[in-house]
């Protein structure tokens, strides 16, 4: 696919960067992202991939729109009790002719996953799943103010050799939205220059983010596949 | 003395100032003067979250205030259509708890710490370019200010424009809701994670460093303001 004029026009201010280019911009359209988790706490981590030109959005979250998610982004008090992933798909379809959006259909073949799921349970499964498919992917751990992105190109040490194990999980605040535009930076990243990268940790402690090289654990299954 | 009860200004309604406002009405303040006097353009919706296709060639500050307010119809959301300047900056922010600036020029930046630092306000500051962001925070005390940091502007031609070096617009995002989180953190009583320390942050590479900002001596911004304790 070659960028067409609307296109260059439309992603001018990025085209210009080397991490992303034009062939950076074409995988971006090229893409298939399944998005685990829609909450309000999500929502500026799903705009910024649909603004990016992801071209293809599939939103996996079966609860509806809670109190909790009011105000936040995508989410005005009048669409509280609607079902989240649909409701969040229609606000992100209208801004980009460019992108497709809407809830995962249940055959969607993902070529990467974005995960803010609600509890550490949820986390593990959904980048188990990404793991085994062979996709890069990039899970969100929110932590009160701060929390941490765990990037994880294909290949590289799983979510369960690098999450924390001493997050409380505690209820996101206003650094919650800063953290979910990390995980879409990341994400967008991988996407737009693949190849041989190291899998990292992002740590954000009061506003500060701190980055690590993510280290696979001994006797991980992740290891063993590689090995194999 | 809760949020609701607190107010900010936020200048610029783009890369910086979209996720910042977004995040300061979700966090529940109960006053937001935003300002802006731009229209969109097209290559502001790779990173400018209030902004549509449709919206192309409207005024910002008025398209951001109108969805802002469908997010947090209980907050006051003011709109101001105009650039900062000399004229208008004293009032706007006198009238404020604390400046978010996320213009996208130096001299705005300038004005905006300049103004702050005079009325005794806490200002939020930040900045992107490429894949690369930088936020500062100036309060009145010891701590130095941003022409404390680089004294003056650098030349208009110093340095490429976002149209020449690009942004990054999931950057934008991250750094904007810092600002925000910032603002809440110094509007509720607790210590600004960029008081006196520059945040520079670059993507690509993951790597953040931290600047020491010390009060300058000789500095014309704080020549104003009382000189610390001791």
Redesign the interface.
């Given at each position: 696919m070659t960028l067409d004029a609307d296109r260059i026009?439309?992603?001018?201010?990025?085209?210009?960067?080397p991490?992303?280019g034009e062939a950076g911009q074409e995988r971006l359209a090229a893409a298939r992202v399944r998005v685990v988790g829609a909450s309000?706490t999500a929502a500026?981590?799903i705009?910024?991939?649909v603004?990016?030109?992801v071209g293809t959005v599939w939103i996996d979250d079966p609860e509806q729109v809670t109190p909790a998610d009011e105000?936040?982004?995508l989410?005005?008090?009048?669409v509280v009790g609607e079902p989240r992933a649909a409701t969040a798909a229609a606000d992100l379809q209208?801004?980009?002719?460019f992108v497709h959006v809407a809830p995962l259909p249940p055959e969607g073949a993902a070529t990467a996953a974005l995960v803010f799921a609600p509890s550490a349970a949820q986390s593990v499964a959904a980048a188990e799943r990404a793991r085994r498919e062979g996709i890069p992917h990039v899970v969100v751990d929110p932590d009160g103010?701060g929390g941490g992105v765990v990037s994880v190109p294909t290949g590289a040490p799983c979510y369960s050799c690098a999450r924390s194990v001493v997050s409380a999980r505690r209820p996101p605040?206003?650094?919650g939205?800063?953290l979910?535009?990390?995980a879409?930076?990341e994400l967008?990243?991988l996407l737009a220059a693949p190849g041989p990268t190291a899998g990292?940790r992002?740590d954000l402690t009061?506003?500060?983010?701190?980055?690590r090289a993510t280290v696979r654990l001994a006797g991980c299954a992740c290891g063993a596949e590689i090995a194999r | 003395m809760s949020l609701s009860d607190r107010s900010a200004l936020v200048i610029g309604t783009g890369g910086l100032g979209g996720p910042a406002l977004y995040t300061l009405a979700a966090a529940g303040l109960g006053r937001i003067v935003l300002m802006d006097a731009d229209v969109v353009e097209t290559s502001n919706l790779n990173r400018q979250p209030f902004f549509r296709e449709a919206d192309l060639g409207a005024r910002k500050a008025v398209v951001a205030a109108e969805r802002l307010r469908l997010l947090a119809p209980t907050a006051r959301i003011e709109a101001i259509d105009a650039r900062f300047d000399a004229g208008n900056a004293p009032e706007l922010v006198r009238a404020v708890d604390v400046v978010v600036d996320g213009s996208d020029n130096f001299a705005t930046r300038f004005l905006a710490n300049d103004t702050a630092v005079a009325a005794g306000k806490p200002l939020v500051h930040g900045g992107i370019l490429r894949t690369s962001a930088q936020l500062l925070t100036v309060v009145p005390g010891p701590a130095g200010c941003l022409r404390c940091l680089f004294e003056e502007p650098p030349p208009h031609e110093a340095l490429p424009t976002n149209a020449e070096a690009g942004v990054l617009g999931a950057l934008a995002g991250f750094a904007g809701a810092l600002m925000a989180a910032e603002a809440v953190r110094l509007l509720t009583g607790e210590r600004g994670a960029y008081v006196g320390r520059l945040l520079a942050f670059e993507a690509c590479s993951g790597r953040s460093r931290l600047v020491m900002v010390r009060r300058r001596e000789g500095c014309p911004a704080c020549a104003a303001r009382p000189a610390p304790a001791a």
């Open positions: 026009a439309r992603f001018s201010r990025q085209l210009v960067i991490a992303v309000g500026p981590g705009l910024y991939l603004l990016a030109g105000g936040q982004w989410f005005p008090p009048t209208e801004r980009s002719r103010e605040t206003a650094a939205a800063a979910a535009a990390l879409a930076e967008i990243l990292r992002i009061r506003g500060v983010p701190t980055m | -």
